[in-house]
Every structure is written in structure tokens, then in C-alpha cells.
């Protein structure tokens, strides 16, 4: 959800440090793909990450908020792989399949994401948005999405680099992956 600083946002961000259904939580800075801003003009630059355990538990948390910026929540469907790593995070990459989603492009998919080592997880998931705003536009992918979790010692810029060669290689083998939006970890709140 956007990084604000009012009462609302306060008493979320204290709630959701407190919870158990909240994993792990971030503050992160958000970059949107020429292609994520036509779909999702007012965003924010900076956001609360939070991984959750039940999706209904924080839609109805975020909902109370009514925020005017769009909050996104990002939910697994199946997850790729996962490699344990005792590295922290730094990028999470979202990006969406315009097409290709068969199991033979799934299961290429994975194979080319799994020989990146520092991808951590990657998991197929959907959207849902929260917002008090009215979109001009319905984005048509949200239940085609890829997070990559990238975890390094680099730069955000680096890690984002060998995100865009991971997608380059996966759109080489005809599978549609577009760049949705990059958040890169300024610090772990949880």
C-alpha cells in the first residue's frame, strides 16, 4: 500500500506489525513500467510491502483505509520455485504474461527463472486493487502476473538489469512477459 504519513497509515502499518498473518514487511520505493503508468496513472513512489497469510484478513484492513492512491495486493495462485537463501531481499520484479500461459510456457518459465541465481522465489499470482479512485482503465492481465524476489548485495539498478535479461530470455522462447513494476527494498520493517 502507498507510504503515507497520516493517522490511517500509521495505525495499518502498526496493526500489520503486530500481526500474525503478516510475514515479512517492507518499506519500499516503487518503479512503474512506461506500461504499468498507462494502467495505474496515480501511484505512489513509495509503498508498504507485506507478505500476508489470508487475503481477506488485509483487503478488509486496507479497504478501511479508502485511500485515493491505489493499494495493490498481489496474491500467490502457484508458486514456481523457491530457493532457500539466507540473503535478504532486495527487488521484487512483477511482471505479466500477455499470453503463454499454457503448462509447456509455464514449465519454460520456470526452467529459464530457476537458472538465475539470484532469484529466490517466483511464484504466478493475481491482482486486486483498493482504491476510493475510479481507474480509467481495467488492467486486463491481473490474474497473469510473475514476482520474481531477487536477492543480492548489488544495486537496485543492477538487479533490475538481470531481471530484464531474465524477461528478455523467457520472451526469446515466444512466452509475452511485460514489465509491470519494480519495488526495491529501502528497509525491512518486520
Known amino acids: 500500500m ?28 516503487a518503479t512503474f513500467s512506461e506500461d504499468g503508468r498507462a494502467y495505474f496513472p496515480s501511484h505512489s513512489n513509495t509503498y508498504l510491502l507485506a507478505r500476508f497469510k489470508n487475503r481477506s484478513q488485509v483487503m478488509s484492513e486496507v479497504e478501511k483505509c479508502n485511500l485515493a492512491t ?6 500467490q495462485n502457484d508458486e514456481l520455485f523457491e530457493r532457500m537463501t539466507g540473503d535478504s531481499l532486495n527487488l521484487v520484479s512483477i511482471y505479466y504474461l500477455e499470453h503463454g500461459d499454457t503448462m509447456s510456457d509455464l514449465s519454460d518459465l520456470s526452467f529459464i ?27 486486463p492481465y491481473e490474474g497473469n502476473l510473475i514476482v520474481l524476489e531477487v536477492t543480492s548485495d548489488n544495486k537496485h539498478q543492477a538487479d533490475h538489469k538481470y531481471c530484464e535479461k531474465t524477461r528478455k530470455e523467457v520472451q526469446r522462447k515466444g ?5 509491470l513494476l519494480n519495488l526495491s527494498v529501502i528497509e525491512r520493517l518486520k
Not at 3 to 10: A, E, G, P, S
Not at 118 to 138: D, H, M, P, W, Y
Open 2 to 29: 502507498p507510504y503515507l504519513q497520516n493517522n490511517d497509515f500509521t495505525t495499518l502499518r502498526n496493526s500489520f506489525q503486530k500481526s500474525s498473518f503478516i510475514n515479512d514487511m517492507y518499506f519500499v520505493t
Open 70 to 75: 491505489p493499494t495493490f495486493v498481489f496474491t
Open 113 to 139: 527463472v530457476a537458472k538465475r541465481n539470484r532469484v529466490r522465489r517466483a511464484e504466478l499470482g493475481n491482482l486486486k486493487l483498493s482504491t476510493s479512485q475510479i481507474q480509467k482503465f481495467t488492467f
Open 175 to 179: 512466452i509475452g512477459m511485460t514489465s
